[in-house]
């Protein structure tokens, strides 16, 4: 079990990492409005944003108890 101390350090990450999710989703609908967007760059803030969900998957799982079925 964590301490409530590791559980509020999780939530500030998890916190953190979904603003920046949000910043890069605004970033990447910004980027595409323009017809002659730069492709290349899009897919690096794509799979930048991927790489903070599953951060953020993860250290929601941290935070769910665990559920007996």
């Known amino acids: 079990m964590l301490s409530k101390e590791a559980i509020r350090a999780l939530k500030r990450k998890l916190a953190d990492l979904k603003s920046q999710h949000r910043e890069l989703d605004d970033a990447i609908t910004q980027m595409t409005v323009d017809v002659a ?5 899009v ?4 799979k930048r944003k991927l ?5 953020i998957t993860q250290i929601e ?9």
Not at 37 to 41: L, M
Not at 61 to 69: E, F, V, Y
């Open 51 to 55: 790489k903070l969900k599953d951060q």
């Open 61 to 69: 799982s941290k935070l769910l108890p665990d559920i007996i079925a």
């Open 37 to 41: 967007y730069d492709q290349v760059e």
């Open 43 to 46: 897919q690096r803030l794509k």
